[in-house]
């Protein structure tokens, strides 16, 4: 029976009549795939042919007119003109189709909501903007338990790398100073009555943050995404909570969200603790000297602020609970311990506070007392007591169990699959609040890869997050960067019979007239820890202890990165005369036993 209806009336009843309608073409490939992944999703759909139909062309004409569409296949869930193959892979990708199916409501004020304003937050929101989605992202800081807060950007801007490496320059320009008396250089007083100002220190250091919050707020605006100065907290899979500091709750629904809440410092478990103590959150912003210092760790964050406060000046002792720097090269870790002691840094080793309480003299100290491995006990007065033990997840304000969303109950940090998704799929996570290396660089790369794979063109697969080889660099006085595996791991992995590790001692041009100091504290040491392979050695680990590691390890990385052989670094020409030629010499291997040191220019 001839259809008495007109294209218009056709079109309606069609999209009305069935849940999935789609106008295809029976040769089209992308029309196939539309239809496979429907299949494959478990949805019942209804097609019809153009190619197969008398008036198919003008049937497409009209389909046109009616939803902005010319191509196949078109397709229509509930009514609602879905687009193409790719809008339906991208629901897909999402875990949204079958919920677009089900009827649910996806009315969304925005396609991206990220939930944490640092440095993945504010890359994968940027990245997501470009694609020209609908984005906004919400940042919001609790004040530390002593009351400090700070403004957009998140941890790396404002309490993390970008202070922490401007105290650091500020303890080597001290030695410089010291030095340029050896490159003869008159200095017009006695060189012992330098002295430092702290406040000025902080004060400088705050306005340098303050305009980069500044400049984050602007990049936002300037790049389409609507900044929330508010904490999020979900209500269900679609819908936050927003409150901000004026206590109004606001609610937004968005198809997708991206979690980079980060983390905080965890506190140490003892009472007055969080009184008494400060964390990483405060020194950068501490308005009196620290004066005679206690560091509670021996990590990163521990062995780079020890560093810089005795760089600058104060009485510093580090309390050691096991071993510095886990994770890290340990005859590394001993050398900069050596180096530091040589500059003045106490260590306790083996252990850990006991009790942080104000002495009964009623005096401004803080009294702490400890006990070490073999039970014999601690006890010291400090004006400052730092903890560094570690930082934890900021999932626990979130509701994310409400919402299903996995977390480690270890660590409290979010479990997301190799595309940084959570179990729930269209809510991601990325940065400091998943199990990867905390650090700014890898939150960073993982927002933009993964805005990429939610609103790019190419193959998700391309995509993905590379988190091997990542390097990193530790800003203690003199600096140790490292890419790749560490002797331990190397031999862990791969066995002892299979790896070749070469080592170099030298003394940097930087350090080579210094008189003041010990040898020790002026001395480099570099190692590339190696795999044999076939009738060549593969680098699979980089490390230096040097003045600007961090500068020559990023450089380096890229051949660890690419895989590269012990004979490729051999063929490389060196700069000389600098510190990172070294890697281009390396000739004296560990299982020689003969001296690693570097003798000549
Ligand atoms: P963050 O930068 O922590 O951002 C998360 C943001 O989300 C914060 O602003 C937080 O307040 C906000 N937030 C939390 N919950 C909510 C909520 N419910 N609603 C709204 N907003 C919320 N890395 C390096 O690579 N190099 C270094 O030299 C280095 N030095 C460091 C020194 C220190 C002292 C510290 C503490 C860290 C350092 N790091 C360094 C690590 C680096 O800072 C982090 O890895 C990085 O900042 C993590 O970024 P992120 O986006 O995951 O989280
Ligand atoms: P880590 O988790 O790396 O180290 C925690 C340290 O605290 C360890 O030495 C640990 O000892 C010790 N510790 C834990 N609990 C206690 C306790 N109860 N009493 C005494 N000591 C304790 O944390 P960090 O805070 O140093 O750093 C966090 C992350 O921030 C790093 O992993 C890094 O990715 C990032 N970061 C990066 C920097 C950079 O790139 N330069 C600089 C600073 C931070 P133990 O070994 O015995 O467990």
Redesign the pocket.
Known sequence: VPDQRSHDELIADFISNYPIAIFSKSWCPFCTKAKELLQSSGLDFQAIELDLREDGVALQAKLHEFSGQKTVPNIYINGKHVGGFDNLSGYSRIGLLKDLASGQNLDFDYDLVV???????ISAAKEAAAAKKKVAL?????PSPRGTIWGLG???VN???IP??LMHRAALILQDIKDSIDFGWKLPGDILEISHSWPTLVENVQKYITSLNDQYVETLRESNVTYFN????FIDRFTVRLVGDDGMPQIIKARNFIV????R?TPLDLPNANDLCIS?DDLFQLKTAPGKTLVVGAS??AL??AGFLRGLGYDVTVMVRSILLRGFDQEIADKIEKHMAAYGVRFLKKCVPSSIEKPSDGSEKILVKGTFNDGSLFEGEYDTVLTAVG?TA?TS??NLDSVGIKTNPKNKKIMVNAADQTSIRNIFA????IERP??????IQAGKLLAKRLYGKEPVELNLMDYSSIP??V?TPLEYGSVGLDEEKAIATHGKENIEVYHSTFRPLETALRTWGTEESAEGFAKLVCLKDNNDLRVIGLHILSPNAGEITQGFAFGVKLKLKKSEFDNLVGIHPTVAEVFTTMKVTKSSGEDSSTKGC
């Open positions: 939930i944490g304003g640092g440095s993945g937050g919400c940042d919001f800081v609790t998140g941890t790396c309490v993390g790398c922490k490496k508010a904490k999020a907290t980079a809440v980060g983390g410092p990483s990163y964050i780079e602020c930082r900021l304000e979130l990325i940065g400091d609040v905390e650090l700014t660089p890898v939150a990193t660099t800003f």
